[in-house]
């Protein structure tokens, strides 16, 4: 059974940085997708970013593009989300996810295996 825990959310002003990291443990994810989302009040979780299997450039939604920087150990078992130019709008819960190789984009949640119990992130204005 593969746990993921996140760490590094907090409270933080607009225009500020935080960095989120994800440890894996069960057995070795060299083989999946690890990445994130997030989920605000009210609303539905939303794809954040993904970094594939085979370490090739992540993925990022349109919204975090150019502030955050998604990346992984594979022989740590961990990933991370570097959050730059934080704006109140980001505020969520944020999610740890892997998932086994997709033929779809890798943005819809069912296409995780496994989840974090997540992480908040706050940001005041």
């Known amino acids: 059974q593969v746990q993921l825990v996140e760490f590094g959310g907090g409270l933080v002003q607009a225009g500020g940085s935080l960095r989120l990291s994800c440890t894996a443990s069960?057995?070795?994810?060299?083989?999946?997708?690890m990445g994130w989302f997030r989920q605000a009040p009210g609303k539905e979780r939303e794809f954040v970013s993904r970094?594939?299997?085979?370490?090739?450039?992540?993925s990022y939604a349109d919204s975090v593009k150019g502030r955050f920087t998604a990346s992984r150990d594979f022989a740590m078992n961990t990933a991370s989300l570097q959050m730059d130019s934080l704006k109140p709008e980001d505020t969520a819960i944020y999610f740890c996810?892997?998932?086994?190789?997709?033929?779809?984009?890798?943005?819809?949640?069912?296409?995780?295996?496994?989840w974090g119990q997540g992480t908040q992130v706050t940001v005041s204005s």
């Open positions: 069960g057995r070795s994810l060299s083989n999946y997708a």
């Open positions: 970094v594939d299997w085979d370490g090739s450039s992540p």
């Open positions: 996810v892997a998932g086994p190789p997709t033929t779809g984009r890798g943005t819809n949640v069912l296409e995780y295996e496994y």
